[in-house]
Antibody
Framework: QVQLQESGPGLVKPSQTLSLTCTVS??????????WSWIRQHPGKGLEWIGY???????YYSPSLKSRVTISVDTSKNQFSLKLRSVTAADTAVYYC????????????WGQGTLVTVSS | SYVLTQPPSVSVAPGQTARITCGGN??????VHWYQQKPGQAPVLVVY???DRPSGIPERFSGSNSGNTATLTISRVEAGDEADYYC???????????FGGGTKLTVL
């Protein structure tokens, strides 16, 4: 059973960089066949895809966040990470990591989510 | 960019059938996935590739997709089905993921 767990600071100051890590267990990122994704959800709002990465390092980002986002992968630790630069209060959200099938394009396993608040 | 449109809310009495729609331009030519999200929890995949169910999802959940509308159907609705439901697809033209705005299902 694949499990994903987000970790990182729950509070980030405006203009700084939000950094989160997703640790995958029960399966190897390096095995291929899946993208590894970040999704966020503003309080009381819908789901917003941020981007995803393949184990090889290939990345795809949402056009609306592309200029501020970097997703990276560390296959040795079976982790992938999100960096979102120059954050504002509008980036306050629950951030989820998830596994995405490269063929199906759906998110079959999700982390529990972590709330990140942007505030001074 | 591609847009998916869902009704904000759907209400249904217990035991009845709920239908949640997801509209998009020629969506019938794409694979649509559906998620259930209960308060404070991560979304759960309930239907993928228009009409397939992951292991563990009750047969009461089904999907269809044709023309400009995909539909999630929940038969014999139970109180525990009350949740937000999201449609999603992968736009192969841009390699981007698209989510619908979500529909809140209320069980009366």
């Amino acid at each position: 059973q694949v499990q994903l767990q987000e970790s990182g600071p729950g509070l980030v100051k405006p203009s700084q960089t939000l950094s989160l890590t997703c640790t995958v267990s029960g399966g190897s990122i390096s095995s291929g066949g899946y993208f590894w994704s970040w999704i966020r959800q503003h309080p009381g709002k819908g789901l917003e895809w941020i981007g995803y990465i393949y184990y090889s390092g290939s990345t795809y980002y949402s056009p609306s966040l592309k200029s501020r986002v970097t997703i990276s992968v560390d296959t040795s630790k079976n982790q992938f990470s999100l960096k979102l630069r120059s954050v504002t209060a509008a980036d306050t959200a629950v951030y989820y990591c998830a596994r995405t099938g490269t063929v199906t394009g759906n998110f079959d396993y999700w982390g529990q989510g972590t709330l990140v608040t942007v505030s001074s | 960019s591609y847009v998916l449109t869902q009704p904000p809310s759907v209400s249904v009495a217990p035991g009845q059938t709920a239908r949640i729609t997801c509209g998009g331009n020629n969506i019938g030519s794409k694979s649509v996935h559906w998620y259930q999200q209960k308060p404070g929890q991560a979304p759960v995949l309930v239907v993928y590739d228009d009409s397939d169910r992951p292991s563990g999802i009750p047969e009461r959940f089904s999907g269809s997709n044709s023309g400009n509308t995909a539909t999630l159907t929940i038969s014999r609705v139970e109180a525990g089905d009350e949740a937000d439901y999201y449609c999603q697809l992968w736009d192969s033209n841009s390699d981007h993921v698209i989510f619908g705005g979500g529909t809140k299902l209320t069980v009366l």
